[in-house]
């Protein structure tokens, strides 16, 4: 992994919440990267994660340790976690390093499961 730089930084950039209908429609979309920060055996144990969600580390995303792709601010970022507190936390951070389009699933991937919605293990 590398490290993002600030360049290009969105100011006052902020983080919201959306629902699992509103996560359901960006899915899959062109420069749209959804984000788990919970460890592989967390995920496996519980819910499953979204299918293609990218594996990143509360830790990692705080402290700027990107993959690649996150060079480029512009990408909408979508997170979740289990219900909705770590993928807030990570939500937050990617605005703090200046992404413009951050978004959290409101009750997470418990609610994503609940909809009806695939996920992977």
């Excluded at 919440?17 to 460890?39: L, N, Q, S, W």
């Excluded at 990143?56 to 909408?76: M, Q, R, T, W, Y």
């Excluded at 200046?98 to 409101?106: A, K, L, Q, S, T």
Aim: hydrophobic share 45%.
């Amino acid at each position: 992994m590398t490290s993002c730089a600030n360049a290009g930084a969105v100011e006052n950039s902020t983080a919201t919440p959306i629902t699992v209908a509103e996560a359901k429609g960006y899915h899959g979309r062109a420069g749209v990267e959804f984000v788990d920060p919970r460890p592989a055996d967390a995920i496996a144990a519980t819910t499953g994660k979204i299918p293609g969600a990218r594996l990143i580390s509360v830790e990692d995303v705080e402290a700027g340790n990107l993959p690649p792709v996150f060079a480029d601010k512009s990408l909408h970022v979508v997170t979740t976690c289990m219900a909705g507190p770590m993928a807030r936390r990570a939500a937050t951070a990617f605005a703090k390093a200046g992404f413009g389009r951050v978004n959290w699933i409101e009750g997470g991937t418990t609610a994503w499961v609940e909809a009806g919605h695939p996920t992977v293990r």
